[in-house]
């Protein structure tokens, strides 16, 4: 049977492909008896308009993060059951349910469902975040904590992130020089890998080229990632694997580069001098941990997958914003300049701790736009009651904090940016981005929340108030504004380039 629905995906046409599905799938159906799991499932609130074989899909747009938050007001506002595909998945919409599911029952939903594709570009998923919980999630989430991303490791990469802010500093006078303007949008990509890939494997790879292989390689694994699956909402049909064999193909090209890396640094003698990279610590814990290679390039594909993008649109986001509200740019503009005082070449990591609003604009812009606006699917492995429903074990669990973050019931003008909201006492102290405050979750929270917020608080917050700091920025004359279309892809960003026009300050 598979081998027949493979020919059809790549020959036939889709009526054909999806008649076939449909007969496969209703004869399975009528030959399974109703489970308990089942029984369980139809008392949850859940959309009517079901379609056999593909269930809720239709209702699911092209942003899932909005279509599910205009679903769920209807049909669920805490809870809500979506049969996507063949497979259940609870929708997770209120805060109070974001904590019965990420705090009071943590230990339940703190495991991940099963993805063809992550399981062939993440070595049999290996690495932390696509991990099933369990020792081996356990042994390699902590080498991540203790090990890679400690406030003091990311102290310590604190002058090679400097020398990332200077490069971009540079690129941006050329523009102002020549009155042009920049494309924030790919200078902050760069950015961000660049800086990610520092970390990770140390000097070598700006100095051979491999920083753009990188991207183009990460690239190609959020196609992959992000894309509509047939294995993730079809499971039974496993076989037919094409988005798998093309995933096969990609990972060669990982192997290859991870492999030359890792070798560079095995054969590094003592004396070379250089600043301790992820690489370095791996291999130095590979045997208290009984990592094998493959877990290894696993967990360095996990770093470069998690912290690159998200963080390059998180700074595209605040700075589109802060291009929309001259206000609060000003305010920012002020703040930064008093508090790193005049004539610095550049805005240290020490100059940020007194700058209260700069933290609030990091945290508006996240409560309106988490990179991640459903974090990584949770699954369920017990049965378990969240708000009056007992959900069954082997439930996905789908959060939506992009629609936390906008709740009209929980926030003041939710859908306004104003990092003022952060700026009273109580407020900052109940709101950080630690997990504590399920109305404000882009890092998530609990077992599996974000290991890397300081790094990205680092790295967020230097090369924002650099910008600010050096320059004056203008969008370009004959425009009409900042377009916030999104796009989804594995995470959500803007759809358009950011140009921006900069202007050397006088008066710093
Ligand atoms: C703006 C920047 C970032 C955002 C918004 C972000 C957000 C997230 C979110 C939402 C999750 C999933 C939480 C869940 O499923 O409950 C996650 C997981 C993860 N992130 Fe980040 N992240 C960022 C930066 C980074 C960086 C810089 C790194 C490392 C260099 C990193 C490493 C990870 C890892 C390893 C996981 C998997 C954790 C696990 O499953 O146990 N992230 N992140």
Known sequence: MAQVLAQLYEHGSPQSLALVVLLF?????????RSRAEKLLSKLPSPPFRLPVIGHLHLVGPLPHRSLRDLARWHGPDVMLLRLGTVPTLVVSSPRAAKAVLRTHDHVFASRPRSAVADVLFYGSTDVAFAPYGEYWRQTRKVVTTHLLTPRKVRCS???REQEVRLALARVRDAAAARTAVDLSELFSFFANDVVCQAV????????????????????NAKLLGGFNLDDYFPSLAGLNVVSAKAVKHRKRWDNL???????HVRKTVTDEHEEDFIDVLLSVQQEYSL???????????????????????LDFAMAELMRNPKTMAKLQAEVRRCAGKGKEIVTEEDLSSMSYLKAVMKESMRLHAPGPLLIPHFSMAECDVEGYTIPSGTRVILNVWALGRDPTCWESAEEFMPERF???????????????????????GRRMCPGINFTTATFETILANLIYHFNWEIPPGTTG???TESYGMDVHRKEKLLVVPCVAQDV
């Not at 991870?258 to 560079?264: F, M, Q, R």
């Open 25 to 33: 799938l209703v004869a399975m159906r009528l030959a399974m008896p």
């Open 158 to 160: 604190r002058a090679a």
């Open 201 to 220: 494997t140390g000097r070598l790879p700006r100095e051979q080229g491999r920083n753009k292989l990188f991207r183009d390689l990460l690239e190609t």
């Open 258 to 264: 991870l492999d030359s890396l890792i070798d560079k």
């Open 292 to 314: 094998t290679r493959d877990n290894i390039k696993a967990i360095l594909m996990d770093m470069f997958e998690a912290g690159t993008d998200t963080t390059y649109i998180a």
């Open 423 to 445: 700026m009273e006492e109580a407020m900052d102290a109940a709101s950080d981005l630690q997990g504590n405050d399920f109305r404000l979750l882009p890092f998530g929270s």
């Open 482 to 484: 900042i377009d916030m």
